[in-house]
């Protein structure tokens, strides 16, 4: 397999194009931004951020990486790679993807991992820069870069692929930077989504809200699916990383985390609804 990293970058300033000088990035109007030396670029201007350090912290990051490294969300990104990558043998051009609130970078790098028929350019973009630490320590081959959802420095009409996985979709930015008939691939937890473990660490579980219907706008539905197993947790450490790289560990009560602290062994259902969405026509 090849993987190129994606270069089809935006100032977030101004949206114009970035040129890689070799040691910074610039637009023709001279922002300028430096690479880290951990080798993730910082495209999420001070103004801005609506914190000093937003998104995961990095003792989240830190859980995320070691529960999904571990394999227990495999069939998941199995589901994903098989809805990102269909009926592309053969494509002469690289695959353009971004992962948007990629994480530590588990699903790109699974998604590289699991493609041997083609090119892939692929960019993961998360608004921690914690996040973006970790994956560019963990895989040099895709672009990382610290940004925000709601201003994607990416060029418009450069994607092939968008992922969205368990994170927040911004649908006009998501339909700008795809090109016609390109796919977004949305991820989020079903009903029954850890609710063994939310059982446990609240008084009582809130009812569902029922999921949006029809496309948003720029988007046709192309195909839905529900990925659902049980895992089997066996010590107090991975349950205490499943529920730290969650928002629950901030939303239980005190009572409740002490709860989860107790646990021993844990049997959890994973469903996880996907859904691949078109790009329409401009």
Known sequence: MIIDAFNALACPMDGQALADSGSCWQCPAGHSFDMARQGYLHLLP???KRSLDPGDSREMV?????????????????????????????KAAPLACLDAGCGEGYY?????????DIRLSLVGLDISKWAALAAAKQDKRPRWVVGSNANIPVLAGTLDRVLCLFGFPVYAEFARVLKSGGILIRADAGPNHLRELREIIYPALKPEKPPASGAPDGFSIVGTETVCYQLTLETPEVIADLLAMTPHLYRAS????????QLHKLTVTVEVNLMRLQRLAR
């Open 254 to 261: 005190p009572e409740g985390r002490e709860r989860a602290s």
């Open 46 to 48: 001070v103004q801005k």
């Open 108 to 116: 790109l790098r699974e998604l590289a991992q699991g493609n041997t």
């Open 62 to 90: 830190a859980a995320r990486r070691r529960f999904l490294n571990a394999g227990y969300y495999r069939p998941v990104a199995e589901a994903v790679n098989a809805a990102a990558l269909p009926c592309t043998t053969g």
